[in-house]
């Protein structure tokens, strides 16, 4: 028995034989190896006693502070764990607790599941668990309903009742690029081509996309007039600087944003399901419409998969209507004309009887 670094884990492992003979490890979850010598210590110690090592086994609760510790950046902690051992969490336990969740909350769920399902990977990962009861059942479908879009009339009366230039240039370019909030926000001056009439959605030191994907936004004359009336005149610029901010240097706040545009929808009495990612629908619906492919639609906003880009599919219905429509014969007008005189003079029917 002794310790071991692997490259799956930041914390020194014991390697040891179970009581089958087999190799196998289990990590001390120390850092610092004169750390790790003492756990390693009361370790076998505690195999000696059956009892003492259930009382060191690995719980969900011990699990979960280091996996959060781990990737703090990037989660939050959303639920609580029951004071088990890691080791004993199963299918069964996994797949009760997600679909008690979605009885009474679906998306919660989905939640939930993508959550867990990464956490426990990265258990497996450092070789606390052999394997990954998350990986061993689906979460229940979930239902997809229609992206709700808006007009640019209705637009216009949420601009007229927004009250600064900053909002109502937020929202605009929300519609007219069909950028996520948190691009839109983090957006840089020296992400903007105004010669070519572009805007690259890049990401940055301080900034990633939802699926790190970098992609090309052609800047039309509505939001070019709006991105240069919000270039600074003076000529001391920082092309790293916000292009959307109260005060330099300062990102916005998305909160702040996602309830001043909820306010303005109010105010101008539209639906109460429009929030500002409805302009972003808005953006691709208005595509669509006008006979833009989907697998261009998806480029410009940036889905991974094509899939995600389908459920605009239905707005292009009307086209389907017109496109079966140019499958009807043309007929000229001197065969209509002959067609109207059969019908006011029927010939002898050519019929046996």
């Known amino acids: 028995m002794y310790l071991i670094k692997s490259a799956k884990s930041p914390f020194w492992q014991i390697l040891f034989k179970n009581a089958k003979g087999k190799f196998t490890t289990k990590s001390t979850g120390k850092k610092l190896k004169s750390e790790a010598l003492i756990f390693l210590t009361d370790f076998k110690s505690s195999l000696e006693n059956p009892i003492e090592a259930a009382l060191h086994s690995k719980s969900l609760k011990e699990f979960e502070t280091e996996y959060l510790n781990v990737v703090s950046a990037i989660r939050s902690k959303s639920y609580k764990n029951e004071i088990i051992p890691l080791c004993q969490f199963n299918q069964a336990m996994a797949e009760k607790f997600i679909n008690d969740i979605y009885e009474r909350s679906k998306y919660s769920a989905a939640l939930h599941y993508r959550t867990l399902k990464a956490a426990f990977e990265k258990a497996k990962q450092w070789d606390y668990i052999s394997e990954n009861p998350f990986r061993k059942f689906k979460l229940p479908r979930l239902p997809k309903h229609i992206p709700v879009f808006i007009e640019y009339r209705h637009l216009k009366r949420i601009i007229k009742v927004t009250r600064t230039k900053l909002l109502r240039d937020i929202y605009l370019t929300g519609y007219f690029s069909g950028l996520r909030l948190g691009e839109l926000l983090n957006l840089r001056w020296d992400a903007v081509d105004f010669k070519n009439r572009f805007i690259k959605v890049e990401n940055t030191n301080t900034f990633t996309t939802k699926n790190k994907k970098e992609r090309i936004i052609p800047i039309n004359e509505t939001l ?37 545009f909820k306010k303005a929808v109010r105010r101008a009495k539209l639906d109460d399901r429009i929030h500002f990612h409805t302009l972003r629908h808005s953006f691709a619906s208005c595509l669509v419409q006008n006979g833009v492919s989907l697998y261009v639609v998806k480029e410009l906003l940036g889905h991974q998969d094509i899939t ?46």
Do not use: C, M, W
């Not at 389907?320 to 005189?341: F, G, H, T, Y």
């Open 308 to 353: 995600t880009t389908q459920i605009y599919a239905h707005i292009k219905s009307d086209n389907l209507i017109d496109a079966v429509k140019k499958l009807e014969p043309r007929v000229r007008k001197s065969n209509i004309n002959k067609l109207r005189l059969l019908k006011t003079y029927p010939q002898k029917s050519n019929i046996v009887k």
């Open 224 to 260: 070019y007039e709006i991105l240069s009336s919000r270039y600074p005149k003076s000529k001391i610029t920082n092309a790293g600087d916000y292009i959307f901010t109260r005060v330099k240097g300062v990102l916005l706040n998305t909160d702040y944003i996602s309830k001043s």
